[in-house]
């Protein structure tokens, strides 16, 4: 099992770059579902995830061609419509399957990862929305299973929160549903806004991406396209993070700036200089001790719950006093019990976190828990004093491309062994 080892203490200096965003590749991929004709895909990234999902479009019967960055779909032929727990395991976005295959071809079988009951995740929201669409679903044996012979008919569907791959999964299904269908308390997030581009590309019929409302006019069918994948906004947020707790100069290019507003503010108030140095590129500056600075979790274009654990890193060694609220489940947080190993003092109040900044760090061997734990480990490892070893990095490798090359390619002393 792959470890990073990391000798810390090092400033970051230079230019790192962004890949596509997984988050928009993910779902982009599996609209390749809903047409028989090749759909070609750009920045795609290399990550475990993505390798899942294009099994995972194999198995259902699609041709798959990957050519590095660049993957074109073909799904002529659906033999088997369905997302096996055996393949599907390790990654969350199954469900985004669901959607296209019962819509393209009236049936769908998808695993819930870990064996999730439907009540117990949001895949709960996406299962009424379709029901709400004409689909009939039911849960057995770890299984989503959904039909709709006759089609999906377009209807308004009012979610009772908002959930970015709820919206995505119906967004793709209303693309070939009957009549208009009218999304309520959409998700906002850019990679929902790419997707309603490629879906358009497509031949979809889609008004209001990037609002919470979200209007889709059905059509017959959907022909292929090539489509541009957005900059992995987390991705660019992690190195930008990364740039500030080393005390380094460190500039970020391939990213949209807009995308990370919230965060930006955040840094800003904590006392780091970041800046627009072009169209796709920031620059992080950061010489004194940090502020401390408040944050709290919210949806697009709020401040990211997967740069939470990254955001804490980084308060670890700030002045004063932080308390950073989530609405996630307390799980979470299980990163904060890592860092407490390395010399942070981080006291957990339900599902708040309160980080009072150390002096320093010091590196320990510690355990990644989940995809955006394992990136706030890697960068108190940069910046605490001695080595750090980081267990279980296939977390990382699920969603950050190559990132210890990138971080050895400005400076950081990490490697990867086993």
Do not use: W
């Not at 070939?176 to 309603?196: F, M, S, Y």
């Not at 008004?207 to 994948?229: C, D, N, Q």
């Not at 800046?275 to 979790?297: K, M, P, Y």
């Amino acid at each position: 099992m792959d470890k990073f080892r990391i000798q810390g203490g090092r400033p970051l200096e230079g230019e790192i770059a962004i890949s596509g965003a997984k988050n928009s590749a993910l779902p982009a991929l599996a609209a390749c579902l809903l047409t028989d004709e090749p759909v070609k895909l750009r920045r795609i990234p290399q990550v475990r995830d993505i390798a899942t999902m294009l099994k995972l479009l194999k198995r259902i019967g699609a041709q798959v061609d990957s050519n590095g960055e660049c993957v074109t779909v073909r799904a002529q032929k659906l033999d088997r419509p369905e997302a096996p727990y055996e393949l599907v395991k390790t990654m969350r976005a199954s469900s985004l399957v669901l959607g296209p295959l019962v819509a393209r071809t009236g049936r769908a079988k998808v695993s819930m990862p870990g064996g999730c009951a439907i009540g117990s995740r949001p895949i709960n929201l996406h299962v009424s929305a379709l029901e709400q669409l004409g689909a009939r679903l039911r849960q057995s044996h770890g299984y989503v299973k959904a039909e709709a012979p006759d089609g999906l008919q377009g209807t308004t569907v009012q979610f009772d929160r908002i959930t970015v791959t709820g919206t995505e999964d119906v967004l793709m299904a209303a693309a070939l549903a009957k009549g208009e269908t009218v999304i309520h308390n959409a998700a906002r997030e850019p990679e929902v806004q790419d997707l309603a581009a490629l879906l358009s590309k497509m031949g979809a019929r889609i008004e209001g991406a990037g609002t919470p409302v979200i209007r889709v006019e059905g059509v017959g069918k959907l022909h292929g396209a090539e489509h541009t994948i957005i900059a992995d906004r987390i991705e660019a947020g992690t190195f930008l993070i990364a740039g500030a707790i080393t005390r380094g100069n460190l500039l970020v290019t391939g990213c949209v700036p807009e995308h990370l507003g919230a965060l930006v503010v955040k840094m800003r108030q904590a006392g780091a200089e970041v800046s627009e140095a072009g169209a796709d590129e920031l620059r992080v500056r950061a010489s004194d001790r940090l502020r401390s600075t408040d944050i709290t979790t919210e949806e697009y274009p709020g401040f990211a719950t997967d740069l939470q654990a990254q955001y804490m890193a980084l308060m670890t060694l700030a002045s004063r006093h932080d308390r950073l609220p989530s609405f996630q489940p307390d799980v979470r947080f299980m990163h904060a019990l890592e860092l407490a190993r390395m010399g942070a003092d981080i006291r957990l109040e339900g599902r708040q976190a309160i980080v009072t900044g150390v002096a320093e760090l010091t590196g320990a061997e510690v355990l990644a828990s989940d995809l955006r734990a394992s990136a706030s480990l890697v960068l108190a490892g940069l910046v605490a004093r001695g080595e750090t070893v980081v267990d279980r990095v296939y977390h990382i490798d699920r969603g950050y491309e190559k990132i210890e090359e990138k971080l050895a390619r400005v400076g950081a002393q990490i490697e990867r062994v086993d």
